[in-house]
């Protein structure tokens, strides 16, 4: 994807090169709040506490994580969006908050592409097309043959019908004009993936990472990933790209944002700390540890760029499918 930038350490030459930016003078003049659209513990609160030390010490302010869990990621938008437009309130907002929601949600309040500016790109979390083993295909496009040669007969585990992976899997449906039923459990990567592992549903997507030791095992098989290049635990499964979906580059990925209005200046300090942050070794490597890919934006502009990209692909498909808010 041209609008994004995977980094690790040997690459931070690059970021070192590009041009300083503008001073704030004592910005950031008191603690930041980095609100985190869901609760404790979830993949959102485990990449903000990865990147908040790191970026408390290079603002030499502390950086506070505030997470407001709820109403599937708004209630922590709606907080953000209303606060103070000087720099000191941050939303690390995901697929689901920013270009899911507003069309699950059409009559909330907030729009991310007016209301946030986006700092950069974060992570991206791979997704993973699972099946149980007893299904007799080898490969993505046996399943697919195998799937429509059985119209109904076939289901899928799926955590929500609004969750990225679920709505992932019904665009695959839909490409290929599959009929296989969509059972809903109270979680992906938990209460779905047991139920594929017990053999309740033969087929699931979920994060690439809550697959990987199942597969090792011989409990499931992987048949594709979600993301722009294969994933390092995985190396023969091969991308929805590789596979003819050029449109699904990007798993469950996360950007950083702040209200619009924010002064330039500080917006270009946002971006240049979460750069260094995002170069980090130690913060790289933590982040792979847990099955999140860093991934940048050059520059504001370019994380709008994305995030208007985003809403095009999921606005349009969500009012086809005609999933709605539960």
């Known amino acids: ?39 404790p513990g979830g993949s959102s609160d485990f990449v903000a506490r990865i990147i908040q030390p790191k970026m408390s010490e290079l603002f030499g302010k502390q950086v506070i994580i505030d997470n407001r869990g709820g109403a599937s990621g708004n209630i ?29 949600y059409p009559n909330f309040s907030v729009q991310p592409l007016r209301d946030f ?18 299904l007799p ?29 679920s709505l992932m899997m ?5 490409k290929n004009n ?35 030791g199942h597969v090792k095992a011989g409990k499931l098989k992987m048949l594709a990933v979600v993301s722009s290049k294969r994933i390092a635990a995985a190396p023969d499964v ?16 996360q950007a950083l944002y702040t209200p619009a209005g924010t002064p330039r200046a500080a917006v270009n300090t946002l971006h240049d700390t979460l750069m260094k942050t995002l170069r980090d070794p130690t913060v790289v490597e933590r982040l792979a540890g847990g099955g999140a890919d860093v991934i940048t934006s050059r520059s ?14 999921w606005g349009p498909f969500i009012r086809r499918v005609g999933v709605t808010a539960q």
Request: hydrophobic share 45%; charged share 15%.
């Open 170 to 174: 019904e665009y695959i449906k839909l």
């Open 300 to 313: 504001p502009e370019e994380c709008a760029a994305f995030m208007k990209t985003q809403n095009q692909f």
């Open 117 to 134: 500016i986006c700092i950069s790109t974060v992570v991206d979390v791979a997704g993973a097309l699972a099946i149980h083993p007893s």
């Open 137 to 165: 295909v080898a490969n993505f496009r046996e399943f697919i043959e195998y799937t429509r040669a059985r119209p109904g007969k076939l289901s899928y585990g799926s955590s929500n019908p609004g969750a990225a992976q």
């Open 1 to 39: 994807m041209q609008a994004l930038i995977r980094i690790a350490a040997a690459v931070g030459c690059f970021i070192a090169a590009a041009p300083a930016p503008a001073q704030t003078g004592n910005y950031p003049t008191r603690p930041l709040r980095m609100i985190v659209p869901n609760a």
């Open 76 to 104: 922590g938008v709606e907080v953000a969006a209303r606060s103070p437009a000087d720099g000191h309130t941050l939303l690390l907002g995901n697929v689901g908050a920013m270009a899911i929601n507003p069309y699950l």
């Open 178 to 212: 599959l009929d296989i039923v969509r059972i809903d459990y109270k979680g992906g990567a938990g209460p779905a993936t047991i139920g594929l592992l017990a053999g309740e549903v033969q087929a699931a997507m979920a994060t690439g990472a809550s697959y990987v």
């Open 238 to 253: 091969p991308t929805l790209v590789e596979l003819g979906y050029p449109e699904l580059t990007t798993g469950s990925w």
